[in-house]
T-cell receptor, first 114, second 109 residues
Framework: KAGVTQTPRYLIKTRGQQVTLSCSPI?????VSWYQQTPGQGLQFLFE???????NKGNFPGRFSGRQFSNSRSEMNVSTLELGDSALYLC?????????????FGPGTRLTVL | GQSLEQPSEVTAVEGAIVQINCTYQ??????LSWYQQHDGGAPTFLSY????GLEETGRFSSFLSRSDSYGYLLLQELQMKDSASYFC??????????FGKGTRLHILP
């Protein structure tokens, strides 16, 4: 099976702009979660989608949003970018509840906000 | 608040054994997972404990004590390629996945 893919891999934006990141899960996986990873805060949960419905949302401002399509592909959007949004954004898919709900991570999108 | 505590760094010698501890304080608990992340790479799943006790997968083992809200990852016969960050993670009662901040493992030759 192909792994989780994320596009783009690298992105440079300026403050105030918006960005959309894309994630394609492993075939057959219906759950997609998004995480923000920074050196100081580690891996922080953004949100989880299952069958096109947002199941959960982490403690992030409303500028962070996402959606999932009928083919389980997911996008996340960040509007009005701030310098502090610079991070590695990781997407993970899972076959819900398999083996403790193992998360299979994509390579991430490295976002730099200038 | 909810938290997972693990040491920020651990150093060990090649060929030795190292234990990385994780204590958690979460609302609800559905098992403890461990992930490995090499520099520049994505986290990869290592182990999961849903019940108390030891789970063994090759050179890696993981232990859970739910009564103590504690678990650990044990790495044996350390190799240089094991140099990485290790994260413990819990899914809580609200169905959110919470990760610890990670333990950076340094291996000396």
């Amino acid at each position: 099976k192909a792994g989780v893919t994320q596009t783009p891999r690298y992105l440079i934006k300026t403050r105030g702009q918006q960005v959309t990141l894309s994630c394609s899960p492993i075939s057959g996986h219906r759950s997609v979660s998004w995480y923000q990873q920074t050196p100081g805060q580690g891996l922080q949960f953004l949100f989880e989608y299952f069958s096109e419905t947002q199941r959960n949302k982490g403690n992030f401002p409303g500028r962070f949003s996402g959606r999932q399509f009928s083919n389980s592909r997911s996008e996340m959007n960040v509007s009005t970018l701030e310098l502090g949004d610079s991070a590695l954004y990781l997407c993970a898919s899972s076959h819900k509840r398999e083996n403790g709900d193992t998360q299979y991570f994509g390579p991430g999108t490295r976002l730099t906000v200038l | 608040g909810q938290s997972l505590e693990q040491p920020s760094e651990v150093t060990a010698v090649e060929g030795a054994i190292v234990q990385i501890n994780c204590t958690y304080q979460t609302s609800g608990f559905y098992g403890l997972s461990w992930y490995q992340q090499h520099d520049g790479g994505a986290p990869t799943f290592l182990s999961y404990n849903g019940l108390d006790g030891l789970e063994e997968t090759g050179r890696f083992s993981s232990f859970l004590s739910r009564s103590d809200s504690y678990g650990y990852l044990l790495l044996q016969e350390l190799q240089m390629k094991d140099s990485a960050s290790y994260f413990c993670a819990v899914r809580d009662r609200d169905d959110k996945i919470i990760f610890g901040k990670g333990t950076r493992l340094h291996i000396l030759p």
